[in-house]
């Protein structure tokens, strides 16, 4: 597991307890002026050490800042901060630094749209595909659905944009495919 995937495990695994989850959203809904541990106590009917470890746990990853007043405050960067970090390492995300127009259509490392047919971006989007499967030789129907469903849901449609635009060959049975077009590398 990378360093990115171990962070954002521990931040959901801490905020999979309902006192630090309900905090965090207290906090995060209170904005700049942030919560003390005795108003965190009474708005979440518990006794104050249950508030202050609650808080302290929230601060010790990050999640949320306690000032000298007193006074705690929400981070929620710090979540939106680890979620891109684990983003960058899935494994379209190198190519897709290259292909920044097509940035609407991936959420999280994974195509959740394709682009219209009849746009240019369609066209990107093939090749940025058959960059990713970097096909060299035959592979069968089911490889190439594994591939793909590494970055896409909908595999049968990913996998008919490449044969369309030529980035795929598939055989006249439809059983096999091979790398269409070259790409400049």
């Known amino acids: 597991m990378s360093a990115e995937a171990a962070r954002a495990a521990e931040l959901l695994t801490q905020l999979s307890h309902p006192a630090r989850l309900r905090a965090f959203a207290a906090l995060a809904n209170r904005g700049t002026e942030g919560f003390s541990i005795a108003e965190m106590s009474l708005l979440m009917d518990m006794t104050r050490p249950e508030a202050g470890e609650a808080l302290g746990r929230l601060a010790a990853l990050g999640l949320a800042d306690g000032s000298g007043d007193g006074y705690y405050r929400a981070k929620p960067q710090a979540l939106r901060e680890a979620a891109q970090a684990l983003t960058a390492t899935l494994?379209?995300?190198?190519?897709?630094?290259?292909?920044?127009?097509?940035?609407?259509?991936?959420?999280?490392?994974?195509?959740t749209a394709l682009p219209p047919t009849t746009s240019d971006r369609y066209?990107?989007?093939?090749?940025?595909?058959?960059?990713?499967?970097?096909?060299?030789?035959?592979?069968?129907?089911?490889?190439?659905n594994k591939r793909l469903a590494e970055v896409t849901d909908d595999v049968a449609a990913a996998r008919r944009m490449l044969v369309d635009t030529g980035w795929l060959a598939r055989d006249r049975a439809g059983t096999s495919y091979g790398a269409g077009r070259s790409y400049a590398a």
Do not use: M
């Open 91 to 111: 494994p379209i995300a190198p190519l897709l630094k290259e292909y920044p127009r097509l940035k609407s259509f991936f959420a999280y490392g994974r195509l």
């Open 123 to 144: 066209q990107q989007a093939a090749e940025l595909l058959a960059r990713f499967l970097a096909v060299e030789g035959v592979l069968t129907e089911d490889q190439v």
